[in-house]
T-cell receptor, first 112, second 111 residues
C-alpha cells in the first residue's frame, strides 16, 4: 500500500530537549516536504527536498533542520524545541514539485 | 496580501444544495493547482487537480481562470459526508519549488 509514515503520532516534551520526527515514503517519490498547521494560519511549509541530498527552506524554517540521505526518508529535527513549535506537523511526498502530494497522518507536538 | 486566499467560511448549507468556493492566487507564475479536503485533525487528501480546461469528477467541478488568477470548486447535490475543510493549493516551480496552501474553507452540510 502506497503511504507516507510519520512517527511519533503524538509527543509531549519539554523546552530544549532535542527531538526528531521521522518520515518515510514507499512510493519512490523524489519530492518530500514538511508542513506545520496552526489554527488560522493554515499549512505552512517548513522545508522541502527535491531529491537525495537536496533540501531547501520553505516559509517557516527557523528552529528546524532536515536531512535527506536516502530517497525514502526525510526526518525533521528540532535541535532545541520551544513552546512556539507546538503544532500539528505533516510530512508529504510527491513525484515532483508540481505533482499532487500524499500526506502522512500527522504528528501532534506539544512543547512545554 | 496572502499568496493564496480563500474565504474561511464556515459555509453551512442543507443537504442537496450546490455550493461553490473560490480561491485567488497572487503569483502569475503559478503552474499547478489542486483542491484538497481535510477532515478535522486528519491529514489533507487530494480531492482533484485543476486543469486549464476545467474538470469534473462526479459531483465536483473545478475551474481555473488564469487571467483573473482564481480557481473554483463547485459541489453539486451536497452530502453530509462532504462536511470538511477544503484547501486550495498552488504550486510554483522555477529554480525551486514552492507549494502554497490556502487557509481553507470550512463547509458544514446540515440534514
Amino acid at each position: 500500500e502506497a503511504q507516507v509514515t510519520q512517527n511519533p503520532r503524538y509527543l509531549i516534551t519539554v523546552t530544549g530537549k532535542k527531538l526528531t520526527v521521522t518520515c518515510s515514503q514507499n512510493m519512490n517519490h523524489e519530492y518530500m516536504s514538511w508542513y506545520r498547521q496552526d489554527p488560522g494560519l493554515g499549512l505552512r511549509q517548513i522545508y522541502y527536498s527535491m531529491n537525495v541530498e537536496v533540501t531547501d527552506k520553505g516559509d517557516v524554517p527557523e528552529g528546524y533542520k532536515v536531512s535527506r540521505k536516502e530517497k525514502r526518508n526525510f526526518p525533521l529535527i528540532l535541535e532545541s524545541p520551544s513552546p512556539n513549535q507546538t503544532s500539528l506537523y505533516f510530512c508529504a511526498s510527491s513525484g515532483g514539485g508540481t505533482q499532487p502530494q500524499h500526506f502522512g497522518d500527522g504528528t501532534r507536538l506539544s512543547i512545554l | 496580501r496572502k499568496e493564496v486566499e480563500q474565504d474561511p467560511g464556515p459555509f453551512n448549507v442543507p443537504e442537496g444544495a450546490t455550493v461553490a468556493f473560490n480561491c485567488t492566487y497572487s503569483n502569475s507564475a503559478s503552474q499547478s493547482f489542486f483542491w484538497y479536503r481535510q477532515d478535522c485533525r486528519k491529514e489533507p487528501k487530494l480531492l482533484m487537480s485543476v486543469y486549464s480546461s476545467g474538470n469534473e469528477d462526479g459531483r465536483f467541478t473545478a475551474q481555473l481562470n488564469r487571467a483573473s488568477q482564481y480557481i473554483s470548486l463547485l459541489i453539486r447535490d451536497s452530502k453530509l459526508s462532504d462536511s470538511a475543510t477544503y484547501l486550495c493549493v498552488v504550486s510554483v516551480y522555477s529554480s525551486a519549488s514552492k507549494i502554497i496552501f490556502g487557509s481553507g474553507t470550512r463547509l458544514s452540510i446540515r440534514p
